[in-house]
């Protein structure tokens, strides 16, 4: 059986069949660091991999998870590269993620942080969506902004800078902000961000928590779409791991698994961040050890206060349904599959 769970394609662009659209973006996104139109001339091939996330819910950690299952190997490899942040405006140039993408004959897999309805669905390309409690991702990315390079955040300050030549509505986001060094009062300032946000999610100018979630969780019965949650993967990495490969069709060994498991754990990860995503030395200070932090789960109870606690459920019950939010919080060990879940 070949490495990557797929007959690799003899040329670029030939596999089994051309994939077939089955819904164009019904939605515009064009952020600070964000532009749906970078996947207007992607040509999808037959068992494409797209990991669609809201920033810090285990992107990156995913990427290295399908990698090794693509691969079939706990090799080190540069996956930051093979993988490209396809809508990304900060990194490189869109032809240049392209042609990286179209040169390659092994199985796909590309990131994403656009809502669901911001991307194309193709019948046989697979989406995963990994989902995560909003008040641990808020944390995880006030530690981002903080180990934010000088160079990154220039490169941000440059994008700005272009949309505003373009004429285009400079968006008003405060996330690439430098954050208050107190986590309490960084909370609070996302739950003052959070209530402002439409309560029916149509926030096409910097996608909300709640908003882009919805734009997954109301899809996740599709047969190409697959729902992880971080706490899901901590609390048992090897069964998360055994469900995405199936999922891709991939035939992983039981013997081989436990050197994947090990190769995707967080220790490794750090051991070896500079050559597993080589963009790290560029945009974090201190590379690696910058951008992946502790990843624990849980961590808002230590900062939050009550009344604080209060406002998050009752934006959660105004913005999600109960069920979404359950997941969000808990998982699919805590709140049950998604798939089966009636709301």
């Given amino acids: 059986m070949p490495l990557n769970g797929l007959a690799p394609p003899t040329k670029p662009g030939q596999g089994k069949g051309m994939p077939q659209l089955l819904r164009a973006p019904t939605r515009e996104v064009r952020t600070l660091v964000l532009d749906s139109h970078r996947w207007d001339r992607f040509e999808p091939r037959d068992g494409d991999i797209i990991i669609g996330t809201f920033s810090k819910c285990g992107t990156t950690w995913t990427q290295r998870i399908v990698d090794l299952l693509v691969f079939q190997s706990p090799a080190v490899r540069p996956f930051g590269d093979i993988s ?38 193709w019948d046989t390309v697979k989406y995963i969506h990994v989902g995560r409690d909003g008040r641990d991702a808020s944390l995880s990315w006030k530690n981002h902004m903080k180990a934010a390079s000088q160079e990154l955040r220039a490169r941000v300050v ?25 986590p309490g009062e960084y909370l609070v300032q996302w739950l003052d961000r959070l209530e402002a946000a439409p309560p029916d999610g149509a926030d096409t100018a910097e996608p909300t928590f709640f908003g882009f979630e919805t734009t997954y969780w109301r899809e996740r019965r ?17 069964a998360e791991m055994r469900r995405i490969s199936a999922f891709l069709e991939i035939d992983t060994p039981d013997t081989l698994l436990p050197q994947l498991v090990e190769a995707a754990g967080f220790a490794f990860m750090r051991n070896h961040g500079n050559e597993l995503f080589p963009k790290l030395t560029m945009a974090f200070d201190g590379g690696a050890n910058g951008f992946i932090h ?16 209060a406002r998050y459920e009752a934006v959660a019950a105004s913005r999600a349904s109960r069920a979404l939010a359950s997941w969000l919080e808990l998982g699919r060990a805590g709140a049950g599959d998604p798939r089966l879940s009636p709301d």
């Fill in 84 to 121: 490209p942040w396809l809508d990304s405006t900060i990194f490189n140039p869109v032809e240049e993620d392209l042609a990286t993408l179209a040169a390659q004959s092994h199985r796909r897999y590309i990131k994403s942080h656009l809502p669901f309805d911001a991307l194309p669905l």
């Fill in 158 to 182: 440059e994008q700005a800078r272009q949309l505003a030549a373009a004429g285009g509505t400079m968006p008003s986001s405060q996330r690439m902000a430098p954050p208050p060094e107190d």
């Fill in 222 to 238: 599709r047969p190409n779409l697959l729902l992880v949650h971080y706490d899901d993967l901590q609390k048992d990495l090897a």
């Fill in 294 to 309: 502790r990843g624990r789960s849980g961590r808002w109870r230590e900062y939050m206060e009550p009344e604080d606690v």
